[in-house]
């Protein structure tokens, strides 16, 4: 089992940027895919991004070119750079680490984009 901590939400302009970290404790982080997935008010949570144990790299349509996932197996995290912040990027940011078959989930970070 595997426990996820999200962190670096907050309140960002348009145009501007945010990262967000997720440490991971009580299991063997590098053989986990991780992800980060997003909900907004109302919608369903979607895949921002994730990332292989093998350092394989997906990223959904929206971010592609303005979110860059990474992870350090040293440090037990995975961050998510995101620039050029738009108001619909508006949403709780959750983190996901992934060993088939097992799902496990952070509690979110709010990330809020507003003028």
């Known amino acids: 089992q595997v426990q996820l901590v999200e962190s670096g939400g907050g309140l960002v302009q348009p145009g501007g940027s945010l990262k967000l970290s997720c440490t991971a404790s009580g299991s063997i982080f590098s053989i986990y895919t991780m992800g980060w997935y997003r909900q907004a008010p109302g919608k369903q949570r979607e895949l921002v991004a994730f990332i292989t144990s093998g350092g394989s790299i997906n990223y959904a349509d929206y971010a592609k070119g303005r979110f860059t996932i990474s992870r350090d197996n040293f440090k037990n995290a995975v961050y998510l750079q995101m620039n050029n912040l738009k108001p619909e990027d508006t949403a709780v940011y959750y983190c996901?680490?992934?060993?088939?078959?097992?799902?496990?989930w952070g509690q979110g970070t709010q990330v809020t984009v507003s003028s």
């Open positions: 996901k680490g992934s060993y088939y078959p097992y799902d496990y």
